[in-house]
């Protein structure tokens, strides 16, 4: 059958929108083609919001059948932070008969070159760009992100990940070219003379492991950093949040189908409850490149026994925030309850340990004490969420319930400034919505320590009081070295403070904002300008998304000729 969608065709309609990824990545300035406003996806038709959740609630209590080889069982059982049982089921794999398959289509996916593999990926984020409301409710349904957070994070900047991979695959592929004439001269004699050819080869099936809190957001470079590479991708959900990559293995087998492809270059691989294929799958000598998102420990393990594989991880970490002065009182805790606050503290980038002078900060508002910040501080994250229906929006759902129990234990850690409190939720009750706890807690006590030094996933925040803002430098250079952090934020006046705090993150390899007081969060990061990770600490050992996270997804082949 031939091909619906020619490469020209693909070419034409998606290079524009390559260049100006390639030029956004080469200049660090803020672009995004996806749209983060939901109005923007149109007022009639697929792409707006009442028929995303119509496409939403169509999918559940169905069978979502991908046409995969090797299918033997159907397996579900996702039940949403919300209440609902989603009911979809997926197809299980035997992986005996379906990663022959996924290998076969390689070969003409690897020479189609690195362009036209560039262009396939746009038009599967083209295509899901297009059912972004669809895709918002599969979010918000699996993660408890509140929808327009699902919307945005799972959506639009998802999609922009996704892209930005793509751009810096292409990139690295066509640093070499593809053919060369060499020339050596010998004097006298005639020179040396062969004809090159480079080929960027791919490593092989790569394995995406997906977490539970940002399927798509964190699904997307691996997914598309491989695929752009010449790899064929199986995907593995989380257990609990398979629905939006499954939708988007769909999309990309349809794609792929559609452009000549092989459509199994993509693929799907559920489990049964507590069947944990994740180890299986990861050790198998086919599986060549891994990317994984989740607790360390599993992390840990990837990384010494998928020894056959590239491992990319993105593991945990303790992110920390000192606050030494600042010229915006105000500002300073209205942006640290906002980071507090959003996702219920479920991402990996929230902040957990506030380092804070025990006798006190300097602030436009006059000298602040210790617990006079951690009370106004708590004050803050009590008026922002102290209507129901904002906290809602702001907090969305406890993805499971290891992260309640956490919360209620965080509170017998230490003097709680802050308590946590419940909010109903009317459309959904059988949502569970928690405010953050903030304890405080003594830098000099041992007991204190085992507590702020390990991470406490969640709306958890400790206010750890410390001797001198030195003292604060010291730990947090431990803290980074130690347990890693995916983000550092720190409130300064002082030149020399500042200077201390930024060469410890150099020297740590920690991300690092100073004095966000306005509507930038630490917590939050955009594609093509922010790198999220950095590879250089404990937390992860990849960065989203840079040259590095891309390009030893391939390898440079050399065929020489005689000319």
């Known amino acids: 059958m031939a091909a619906e969608l020619t490469a020209h065709d693909l070419i034409a309609r998606h290079r524009p929108t390559l260049d100006q990824a390639l030029e956004a990545i080469r200049t660090r300035a803020y672009w995004s083609p996806h749209p983060e406003h939901p109005k923007a996806y149109g007022e009639h038709g697929s792409l707006d919001m009442a028929a995303g959740k119509a496409a939403f609630d169509a999918l559940l209590g169905t069978r979502l059948d991908l046409d995969q080889p090797g299918t033997d069982d159907w397996v579900g059982g996702e039940v949403s932070p919300y209440g609902i049982e989603l009911g979809v089921t997926y197809p299980h794999a035997d992986a005996d008969v379906l990663l022959p398959a996924m290998k076969a289509g390689q070969r003409a996916w690897r020479d189609a070159g690195a362009e036209t593999r560039a262009v396939v990926c746009l038009e599967i984020l083209k295509r899901i760009s297009d059912r972004t409301h669809e895709f918002a409710h599969a979010v918000m349904h699996t993660s408890g992100q509140a929808f327009m957070m699902a919307f945005q994070a799972g959506g639009p900047h998802a999609q922009d990940r996704g892209l930005e991979a793509v751009a810096y695959a292409y990139a690295e592929q066509v640093r070499t070219p593809g053919t060369a004439e060499w020339s050596k001269p010998q004097g006298k004699r005639d020179p040396l003379e062969l004809t090159k050819q480079f080929t960027p080869v791919p490593r092989g099936i790569a394995l995406v492991i997906g977490c539970n809190t940002f399927p798509t957001w964190n699904g997307y470079p691996g997914l598309f950093a491989s695929l752009a590479t010449g790899n064929a991708v199986l995907v593995k959900p989380h257990p609990r949040a398979v629905l939006p990559l499954a939708l988007t293995v769909q999309v990309a087998r349809q794609v792929?189908?559609?452009?000549?492809?092989?459509?199994?270059?993509?693929?799907?691989?559920?489990?049964?409850?507590?069947?944990?294929?994740?180890?299986?799958?990861?050790?198998?000598?086919?599986?060549?490149?891994?990317?994984?998102?989740?607790?360390?420990?599993?992390?840990?393990?990837?990384?010494?026994?998928?020894?056959?594989?590239?491992?990319?991880?993105?593991?945990?970490?303790?992110?920390?925030?000192?606050?030494?002065?600042?010229?915006?009182?105000?500002?300073?805790?209205?942006?640290?309850?906002?980071?507090?606050?959003?996702?219920?503290?479920?991402?990996?980038?929230?902040?957990?340990?506030?380092?804070?002078?025990?006798?006190?900060?300097?602030?436009?508002?006059?000298?602040?004490?210790?617990?006079?910040?951690?009370?106004?501080?708590?004050?803050?994250?009590?008026?922002?969420?102290?209507?129901?229906?904002?906290?809602?929006?702001?907090?969305?759902?406890?993805?499971?319930?290891?992260?309640?129990?956490?919360?209620?234990?965080?509170?017998?850690?230490?003097?709680?400034?802050?308590?946590?409190?419940?909010?109903?939720?009317?459309?959904?009750?059988?949502?569970?919505?928690?405010?953050?706890?903030?304890?405080?807690?003594?830098?000099?006590?041992?007991?204190?320590?085992?507590?702020?030094?390990?991470?406490?996933?969640?709306?958890?925040?400790?206010?750890?009081?410390?001797?001198?803002?030195?003292?604060?430098?010291?730990?947090?250079?431990?803290?980074?070295?130690?347990?890693?952090?995916?983000?550092?934020?720190?409130?300064?006046?002082?030149?020399?403070?500042?200077?201390?705090?930024?060469?410890?993150?150099?020297?740590?390899?920690?991300?690092?904002?100073?004095?966000?007081?306005?509507?930038?969060?630490?917590?939050?990061?955009?594609a093509f300008s922010d790198f999220h990770g950095s590879g250089g600490n404990p937390a992860a050992n990849a960065a989203l998304t840079d040259g590095a996270f891309v390009a030893n997804r391939f390898r440079v082949v050399e065929v020489r000729r005689q000319a």
């Not at 994250?381 to 965080?410: F, S, T, Y």
């Not at 459309?427 to 204190?448: M, N, S």
């Not at 085992?450 to 604060?472: I, L, N, R, T």
């Not at 020297?507 to 630490?522: C, H, I, M, P």
């Open 256 to 526: 792929l189908a559609e452009a000549g492809f092989d459509a199994n270059l993509v693929a799907l691989a559920a489990e049964r409850p507590g069947e944990g294929i994740a180890k299986t799958l990861a050790t198998r000598p086919e599986i060549r490149i891994i990317d994984y998102t989740g607790s360390t420990s599993f992390g840990d393990w990837l990384e010494a026994n998928a020894r056959q594989a590239q491992v990319y991880t993105e593991k945990a970490g303790v992110n920390t925030v000192i606050v030494e002065s600042t010229d915006d009182y105000k500002g300073m805790l209205s942006n640290l309850a906002f980071s507090l606050s959003l996702y219920s503290g479920q991402m990996c980038t929230t902040p957990q340990n506030l380092l804070i002078p025990r006798e006190g900060i300097r602030t436009d508002a006059g000298p602040k004490s210790y617990d006079e910040v951690v009370a106004d501080l708590a004050r803050a994250v009590d008026g922002l969420l102290g209507d129901d229906a904002r906290a809602n929006a702001l907090l969305g759902a406890i993805v499971n319930p290891d992260v309640k129990a956490r919360l209620e234990a965080a509170a017998g850690l230490g003097e709680v400034a802050l308590a946590s409190r419940e909010v109903a939720n009317p459309e959904f009750p059988g949502a569970v919505v928690r405010t953050p706890v903030i304890v405080k807690l003594d830098g000099a006590k041992p007991d204190d320590e085992a507590a702020y030094m390990s991470e406490c996933f969640g709306p958890v925040a400790f206010a750890v009081a410390v001797d001198s803002a030195a003292d604060a430098v010291e730990l947090l250079r431990r803290t980074v070295r130690e347990k890693g952090a995916m983000t550092v934020g720190a409130y300064t006046t002082d030149s020399e403070v500042e200077q201390q705090i930024q060469e410890v993150c150099l020297e740590e390899a920690a991300q690092l904002s100073f004095n966000l007081t306005g509507g930038v969060y630490v917590n939050q990061t955009a």
